[in-house]
């Protein structure tokens, strides 16, 4: 099956910093999202992105899919930005489930 | 954006009995829901696929007498942890999408179970 990586696995940052999460995966897909997962476990659609670039807010995202990845953009981090950031792929027609990355663990301390 | 709920949110369950979980789309019907699970500290593992009128599909090493899955309706699919046993505790997610839009799909709030 098709294989996601994520890095980095872990991120510290102070607040007001910038961050970039990277998502590697290791065949062509028809869905790319990322998530946001709250402390109560809620995942929070951030973007569908199977291809170029989406801004929302202080949110950015990137996939370049004829290289295999995507880049999610943080800027002026704030403590509420903290949680785990999931990649996630498909490579079927909506029928095939997601194929998710082990995540990246971003802490912002204030 | 889409809606997608689940009830319970959490439940604790003895040993050796059943315990069923509800996925409900709000704003939109879908023919196909997804299960996940995710361990503490680990990432969502795909369980699997919901299909509106048919029997589901299991992804590999889920045993599918273990875990009833009924999809009867096009806004409702139904989980069943069935003899449950404390390894079975986790964190269950289940998901959908609208088929008039885009392949993303919109997860439910989970639902922790733990099975003592």
């Known amino acids: 099956g098709i294989q996601v990586e994520q890095s980095p696995p872990d991120l510290i940052l102070q607040e007001g910093a910038n961050s970039t999460l990277r998502c590697n995966f290791s065949d062509s897909v028809n869905n790319l999202q990322w998530f946001h997962q709250n402390p109560w476990g809620q995942l929070i659609n951030l973007f569908y992105i199977p291809s170029g670039t989406k801004q929302n807010g202080r949110l950015s995202a990137t996939t370049v899919a004829t290289e295999r990845y995507s880049l999610l953009y943080i800027s002026s981090s704030q403590t509420t930005d903290s949680g785990v950031y999931f990649c996630a792929v498909e490579r079927g027609g909506g029928a095939d489930g997601l194929t998710f990355g082990k995540g990246t663990h971003l802490i912002i301390q204030p | 954006g889409a809606v997608v709920s689940q009830h319970p949110s959490w439940v604790i369950c003895k040993s050796g009995t059943s315990v069923k979980i509800e996925c409900r789309s709000l704003d939109f019907q879908a023919t196909t829901m997804f299960w996940y699970r995710q361990f503490p500290k680990q990432s969502l593992m795909l369980m699997a696929t919901s299909n509106e009128g048919s029997k589901a599909t299991y992804e590999q090493g889920v045993e599918k007498d273990k875990f009833l899955i009924n999809h009867a309706s096009l806004t409702l699919s139904t989980l069943t942890v069935t003899s449950a046993h404390p390894e079975d505790s986790s964190f269950y997610i289940c998901?959908?999408?609208?088929?008039?839009?885009?392949?993303?799909?919109?997860f439910g709030p989970g639902t922790r179970l733990t099975v003592t």
């Open positions: 998901s959908a999408g609208p088929r008039d839009r885009t392949y993303e799909q919109y």
